[in-house]
């Protein structure tokens, strides 16, 4: 549902986070949900064709995104971000993927960083799932 969801997107569009690992291959890994990186402008035409309203307040101590929604018909609820940044030691930092590997699903394709990319980002999220992930990437 999501790869049909962001088919129309103008600019490149990944998926991260577990579910991205798991598109890597990597098993056993827990899926809870489907985070997906996209422009602005993508994203803003992405909620409005699939009814997802922005949610004003998505920023925690971690993460805060310029937009971000939560489409909540999938079987995984798919968290649209779009200007995703993380709180790091030298302030926020943008989460901007420059890799972007196709990966079949279902009878289509979606998007992840490379392995290493991915690894760089789970490790700057800091967070013990997060370090779980990288080093179920890397081993």
């Keep these: 549902m999501t790869a049909d969801a962001m ?14 690992v798991a598109l890597h291959g990597v098993v056993p890994i827990e899926v809870g949900d489907v985070d997906v990186l996209m422009s602005v402008l993508d994203a803003l035409r992405a909620m409005d064709r699939l009814g997802v309203v922005p949610i004003k307040d998505g920023t925690s101590s971690l993460f805060r995104s310029t937009l971000f929604g939560r489409w909540e018909t999938p079987p995984l609820v798919v968290e649209i971000m779009a200007g995703f940044h993380v709180a790091t030691s030298a302030g926020w930092t943008e989460v901007l993927p420059r890799t ?27 967070r013990p799932k997060d370090l779980e992930r990288v080093r179920l990437l890397t081993s």
């Design 7 to 20: 088919r129309d997107a103008q600019d490149p569009w990944w998926v991260i986070s577990s579910a991205a």
């Design 100 to 126: 972007r590997v196709s990966r079949p699903f279902d009878g289509r394709v979606v998007y992840v960083p490379d392995r290493a990319e991915l690894s760089r980002i789970l490790r700057m999220f800091g």
